[in-house]
DNA sequence: GCGACAG
DNA sequence: ATCTTGTCGC
């Protein structure tokens, strides 16, 4: 497994190429170990900085106790480019992952997994730098077709690209926008909705990437790093 | 050519 | 991603 230190050096085109490499690679398929652990993973910084803070929340499975936590500070200069998430977040993200003591059976991460252009969301994209089971969840689109769910909770309707199915768009609470479920790596599509869905517990994310994001902002705040306005520009 | 576009 | 109070609706 290698370093994903470097990718602030890549160019666009590069990244495209290495998801090119990277797509053969994928394993989508059953997880037959039983699922004792489970992790949320978030990235934080501010609009106008370089410095990117994670975290990592793990929990016992399915009882959802959380228990232990993992932090990173990092710094990359490569922008946010859809398509490309996984080349500015996945550094700082990895610095936290190899600071937990013991891996979780299954990190669920903040993005897409399998539905993406060319199959590599950031938890597709992650699971094969790390060979962790991986779960994408996203709060919003980026490809795929999908019919709109039902309004009642835990309705789900697949996402396709042309006639493959890529992902579930799953209402995780009534009244809300689905969140859009995918598989990262070595895990089934169904097996991914069925996980997430024990991971809700009465908000639109599921536990995991929630309780992530609330420690990752906790942490940048402690920082110092929470100012609003990008200072001394034009006055 | 035009619209869409994870975080 | 982040800033940010109240407010409308189930």
């Known amino acids: 497994m290698e370093d994903p230190s470097g990718y602030e050096f890549f160019t ?11 797509r053969n690679r994928i394993t989508i398929k059953e997880l037959i170990k039983p699922i004792k652990t489970i992790a949320g993973a978030d990235i934080s910084y501010n609009k106008y900085s370089e410095i990117l803070y994670a975290a990592i929340v793990m929990f016992k499975y399915p ?35 190899n600071n ?8 669920v991460l903040d993005g897409q997994g399998i539905a993406h252009e060319r199959r590599t969301g950031i938890a597709t994209h992650f699971g094969l730098l790390t060979n962790a089971v991986t779960i994408g969840s996203a709060k919003s689109r980026l490809a795929g077709k999908y019919q709109e769910p039902a309004n009642s909770t835990f309705a789900e309707s697949p996402m396709y690209d042309k006639d493959e199915q890529i992902g579930v768009a799953l209402r995780s609470k009534k009244n809300c926008n689905p969140i859009y479920i995918s598989p990262g790596h070595n895990i089934s599509i169904p097996q991914s909705v069925d996980v997430i869905k024990n991971c809700i517990r009465g908000y639109r994310i599921p536990e995991p990437t929630r309780q992530a994001h609330l ?6 705040i402690e920082h110092g790093d929470n100012n609003t306005t990008q200072l001394g520009l034009f006055d």
Request: hydrophobic share 50%; glycine share 2%; aromatic share 12%.
């Open 12 to 22: 666009p085109a590069e990244a495209i190429a290495y998801q090119e490499e990277l």
């Open 63 to 97: 009882e959802m106790q959380v228990i232990t936590t993992s932090t990173a500070i990092s710094h990359t200069s490569f922008p946010y480019i859809s398509g490309l998430l996984a080349f500015r977040e996945v550094p700082a993200l990895f610095i936290a992952w």
């Open 100 to 107: 937990l003591y013991i891996k979780p059976d299954v990190l």
């Open 215 to 220: 420690l990752v902002n906790k942490i940048r």
